[in-house]
């Protein structure tokens, strides 16, 4: 058979449901082969859409997500999803064309070295030279790109070993079994955390797994330790649990840091220094125990005394079975900062002050969207208004990215969230500089026929800059800009715009839109005056921090 025919068949036993992405010249013996194929091509406005939507998938399926893109300025507009992936744990595969490689038909033209392009950002990248090579060279990719720590990974399919004759062979997906930590490693933790005084759990994006999350929440049960999380783990653990005690949105000085200060051990399940990191170490300070499915790299904030390393799931299991010796432990401070972190959050929730605030819009969709409906935010202040406020009851009910931390990504990652659970309610919520980085999948979604909100924090400034800048103490300064009219932007897409006056109409809109068929774009005004004066000051003043 020919080996592009070779290639969609191996990628069909591999399970592939979807390709993402956006076809050039030299895919097109690739895309005829695809035609007759159970797999789904997904046809993006941008690469970059398409690298964001396939790395969503792999985040919320385990399993690679799959695009394509031809040669040259395709495979580069792959780049910043290929980061995406490969610092978010998110296993994805790129497939880019490239002109004949056995003989030159038009120079140099288009052509730049792909493969090393990709070297720096991904697990694997190779150029595939034989056609008879395909079949190993995917099994190889997949495994990588699902091997802890998942990511991306890239082959690059010249236009003339496309169209080659090859035979035809397909090598079984074969699973792997994470090892666990050994008996004494284990024992090691759970008397660490026994002799601790208060001990106190982490739960990271390593964890954002569905047994790890049942296996965390029997340990939690059992021990009654309470927990907070990163920005990245919310939801792993059921939020309403009456031992969570906040999200580490911020490194230091937020409210939930007077616990993390308190603590003399902390268990840290699924977190490593990839994330931007929830508190820094010092040296003989809090002592930490790293559990996850590899060894910590060791960081100058970031050095644990102990590491447990294997299946996340496994090793929880175990150490609930070997923790019980409880009398050491003294929650009672830890119950005084759950009330008054509560108090500070909530604080602003029935504000209804317009232009709204971001955490009066926290509050609304919290009290609108059911336990299983996904919120995915792009990058930009309001991400840290969400992370702290917004509580998640299952896993992956919050996507955000604090790990590129890209803008852009919002919109995608809510197109394939919605794509892959039509049943339930996904919310996009974004800034309007993260928005108009992509905006032009919005077509993608019309066309796909997804019913999708848009909600566009709209300050016409990168909000999340000038409030560092004010942080910093400079001028208000190159941050600003003019929007367009973005009701009438998303009418020329074919959805359906929005563009609320006051706080009730924000939520008469809201719900037409969470109940009529359609992409619904809302464009909010945000009041982002309160920014500096809560997280930049009065964090500070709390933790007595001189400024």
């Excluded at 790395?55 to 399993?63: D, E």
């Excluded at 919120?375 to 955000?400: M, S």
């Excluded at 919109?411 to 309007?432: F, I, Q, T």
């Excluded at 998303?490 to 959805?495: I, L």
Aim: glycine share 8%; with cysteine.
């Amino acid at each position: 058979m020919k080996a592009s025919e070779l290639f969609i068949k191996v990628l069909e036993n591999e399970g592939v449901e979807y390709i993402f992405g956006i076809p050039g010249e030299e895919n097109l013996d690739f895309l005829n082969s695809l035609k007759d194929s159970k797999i789904k091509l997904i046809l993006t406005r941008h690469e970059q859409g398409a690298g964001f939507m396939a790395a969503t998938y792999g985040r919320l399926t385990g399993k690679p997500g799959v695009c394509l893109a031809t040669l040259g300025p395709g495979a580069t507009n792959f780049t910043t999803a290929a980061a995406y992936a490969q610092l978010g744990a998110m296993p994805m595969m790129m497939i880019t064309g490239q002109k004949p490689i056995k003989k030159s038909k038009q120079g140099r033209f288009q052509i730049i070295d792909v493969v090393d392009l990709f070297r720096p950002i991904t697990k694997y990248t190779r150029q595939i030279v034989n056609g008879n090579n395909i079949p190993s060279m995917v099994r190889e990719a997949f495994r990588l790109a699902m091997e802890e720590r998942p990511g991306a990974v890239h082959l690059e399919l010249p236009e003339d070993i496309a169209e080659e004759e090859c035979q035809e062979r397909v090598f079984t997906v074969v699973g792997h079994r994470r090892p666990d930590a050994d008996k004494e490693t284990i024992g090691e933790a759970a008397k660490m955390i026994e002799n601790a005084k208060m001990p106190l759990v982490l739960i990271g994006a390593g964890a954002n797994r569905k047994r790890t999350s049942k296996a965390l929440t029997e340990f939690l049960e059992k021990t009654k330790i309470p927990f907070f999380n990163t920005q990245m783990g919310k939801g792993v653990v059921d939020e309403r649990h009456p031992r969570f005690l906040g999200t580490a949105a911020l490194s230091d000085h937020d409210f939930v840091h007077a616990a993390i200060g308190k603590a003399d051990l902390i268990i840290n399940v699924g977190h490593d220094v990839i994330e931007k990191p929830p508190f820094f170490m010092e040296q003989g300070g809090t002592k930490v125990i790293h559990l996850n499915f590899f060894p910590a790299e060791v960081d100058e904030v970031y050095f644990p005394q102990l590491n447990v390393v294997g299946d996340i799931a496994s090793n929880i299991e175990k150490l609930a079975e070997q923790v019980n010796d409880h009398s050491n432990w003294d929650f009672a401070d830890y119950e005084k900062i759950k009330i008054k972190v509560g108090e500070h959050l909530s604080k602003y929730f029935e504000d209804t002050r317009f232009p709204m605030l971001p955490q009066r819009l926290v509050n609304l969709l919290r009290q609108t969207l059911a336990e299983e409906d996904i919120i995915t935010l792009d990058n930009g202040v309001y991400k840290l208004w969400f992370a702290r406020n917004y509580h998640c009851y299952q896993p992956n009910t919050l996507l955000l990215d604090n790990a590129l931390a890209s803008m852009g990504a919002g919109l995608p990652s809510a197109m394939c969230a919605k794509l892959l659970n039509p049943e339930k309610r996904v919310v996009s919520v974004c800034g309007d500089g993260g928005f108009m980085m992509n905006s032009q999948e919005l077509e993608t979604a019309v066309r796909l026929g997804l019913n999708l909100i848009v909600i566009i924090l709209n300050d016409n400034a990168f909000g999340m800059i000038k409030w560092k800048q004010e942080d910093m103490g400079f001028d208000n300064f190159g941050l600003d800009y003019n929007n367009p009219d973005f009701v009438k932007y998303a009418e020329s897409y074919g959805a359906i715009g929005h563009r609320p006056a006051s706080d009730n109409d924000f939520i008469e809109m809201l719900d037409k839109a969470l109940n009529t068929d359609g992409v619904h774009v809302i464009d909010l005004a945000v009041d982002y005056s309160l920014n500096h004066s809560i997280l930049n000051v009065l964090l500070k003043q709390q933790a007595g921090v001189k400024q």
